[in-house]
């Protein structure tokens, strides 16, 4: 119990101020723990969760399901992020969320994340500062999808994850987990399949970037920084990670 606080207060003392009785109430929270399978939603759009989650170990994907059956990936998260924060605030579900890879979960009641709010305003103001980020991310990605060319496209989304990752001790060296296949990469990006491949031919051609095996291997960062014209003062993160790629 006390490793899913830590990770919840990890991740909130990224981009907040959390104070020694802030964390005491936080570590008074009670969750229950689900495993999800490759692909398993445990958010469905129309859902009226009364429940948030924590991403506990994995990756998870926040995707709307079309009428004709395909999906839009809209995010991704990893350990530390609340990937239905809004759940919080509103009534029914307008997306659905499942894992991308073999995934843990913590499931924390909404009513003892409000009664927290009135007790510690602190950590509601870091939890809402949470769905702005995420409403930053959503932000960029509609930029990233309408207004830069395909290699553009895929190193900025690279950059973001990886940089996200680092931020929260995720990697390892220049490698992330990213298990990511291939036709989700062109359902978050707007992509078809043969562009997909295309597009990652060109960044390997460059030397940017090695993806395979559910590996990103960031080889030339400034070089992917360019390529994807990254900036990442929108994820609002209090310091920089603990490692710049290609230093």
């Known amino acids: 119990m006390e490793r899913i606080h830590r990770i919840l207060i990890d991740k909130l003392k990224e981009h907040s101020r959390i104070g020694h009785e802030d964390m005491v109430a936080i570590q008074a929270l009670s969750f229950t723990i689900r495993e999800l399978g490759r692909n398993e939603d445990f958010i469905r759009q129309g859902d009226a969760p009364k429940v948030s989650a924590l991403v506990v170990e994995g990756m998870v994907g926040r995707y709307h399901l079309l009428p004709n059956g395909r999906r839009q990936y809209l995010s991704f998260h990893m350990a530390g992020d609340m990937p239905d924060s809004q759940t919080l605030f509103l009534d029914r579900m307008d997306h659905a969320v499942c894992a ?57 989304l690279f950059c973001e994850l990886f940089y996200r990752a680092d931020a929260s001790r995720l990697t390892r060296g220049n490698v992330m987990a990213l298990p990511i296949g291939l036709a989700q990469l062109g359902e978050t990006l707007g992509m078809a399949i043969a562009t997909v491949n295309r597009t990652l031919a060109e960044l390997r051609a460059a030397r940017t970037i090695e993806f395979r095996g559910g590996e990103l291997e960031v080889l030339d960062w400034p070089r992917l920084v360019e390529i994807g014209q990254f900036d990442p003062s929108y994820l609002h993160l209090k310091k920089a990670p603990a490692f710049t790629p290609g230093e």
């Not at 843990?104 to 500062?129: C, D, Y």
Request: net charge positive; hydrophobic share 50%; charged share 20%.
């Open 100 to 156: 991308i890879s073999p995934a843990v979960v913590a499931s924390i009641p909404h009513k003892q994340l409000t009664r927290m709010f009135e007790l510690r305003p602190q950590v509601g103001f870091a939890i809402w500062r949470e769905t702005l980020i995420d409403a930053a991310i959503f932000r960029e990605a509609i930029t990233n999808n309408s207004a830069r060319d395909m290699a553009a496209r895929m190193a900025h």
